[in-house]
């Protein structure tokens, strides 16, 4: 696909998501089916064990970047820059 495409693509994908969600909001919510006792039970676990992996998974990447601040402080400098210029290195020759 060529790059006009794809945006011509995705400006179609942003006015429909416009457009649902504009009829959800238009839509009375009477005319939904309610849900049965036990499905709001599962849904409400399922909020809350989804909570759960975010908070998690938020507190796993705070430790990697603590981590990461640690190491660059305890790093020299010029070891630092010469890692880094490594790691750039590699990622051109990857490409």
Known sequence: ?????IKAE???LRAEVVALAEARKQA??????SEPPESSVLATDQDTSSETEHEGFMGQVQELVELL???LRETPVVSGLAIFSLGI???????
């Open 1 to 5: 696909m060529r790059n006009e495409e």
């Open 89 to 95: 290195l590699v990622g051109r020759f990857l490409r």
């Open 28 to 33: 009375p919510e009477a005319h939904q089916p």
């Open 10 to 12: 995705l400006a179609a």
């Open 69 to 71: 601040e640690h190491e």
